[in-house]
Every structure is written in structure tokens, then in C-alpha cells.
């Protein structure tokens, strides 16, 4: 059920009005997700690229590294950023800061 359920939040990522709601449900669930979200770092939005990258950092998932790295020559800097942040996460193993909630909501 969680594989259906993904691409209606990674759609709502493009509306400003659902985007925040989306990261926290996407951030929030196991890595059923995982492949879907790295598939999405393909999306023509620069809004969508950025906070799934964001997820994928605060997920730690180890196994988008190769699709985040590739965003690291995005023509967006926000993305560019978000790419390279989580990169370094992953990489570093980094804990969430307390009360980030599994989404960059400053970012979003």
C-alpha cells in the first residue's frame, strides 16, 4: 500500500499549500519509499528535487547517494544546496537536530 501511496505525496510537493504536509509524511515513513524518492530527484520542478532531496538526508538513506550526487550540477542553487547538505548527512551519519521533525521546514 505505502509504494501507491507515495507518488500522490511526491505530487504534492508542487503545491505550496500540501508541500510541508508531503515532506513530514514521506520523512516519516521507513524506507518503503526509498526508490520512488530517488526516482523523483528526476522531477522537472527544482521545489520537488530540493525537498526530496531533504528527506532522502534526513532518512539517511545511504542508497540515493549516487542520484543525490548527481544533483550536485543541478542548474538550481537550492537544490545544489539541499544535494550537498544531505550528502554530507548520509556521509557523515549525522543525527537530525532536535526538533527538525525528518524535514528542513526552514527550507520548505
Known amino acids: 500500500m505505502q509504494g501507491k501511496a507515495v507518488q500522490p505525496l511526491i505530487d504534492g510537493l508542487r503545491d505550496p499549500q500540501t508541500s510541508r504536509w508531503a515532506a513530514a509524511a514521506l520523512a516519516g515513513w521507513g524506507k518503503a519509499p526509498i526508490r520512488a524518492l ?6 522537472d520542478s527544482p521545489a520537488v528535487r530540493r525537498q526530496v532531496a531533504e528527506v532522502l538526508g534526513n532518512k539517511r538513506a545511504k542508497e540515493a547517494l549516487p542520484a543525490l550526487k548527481r544533483l550536485l550540477e543541478d542548474p538550481d542553487p537550492s537544490v545544489k ?6 550528502i554530507q548527512r548520509i556521509e557523515r551519519g549525522e543525527e537530525k537536530p532536535s526538533g527538525e521533525g525528518g524535514v528542513a521546514a526552514h527550507r520548505l
Open 81 to 86: 544546496n539541499a544535494a550537498q547538505d544531505s
Open 38 to 43: 530517488v526516482r523523483a530527484l528526476g522531477d
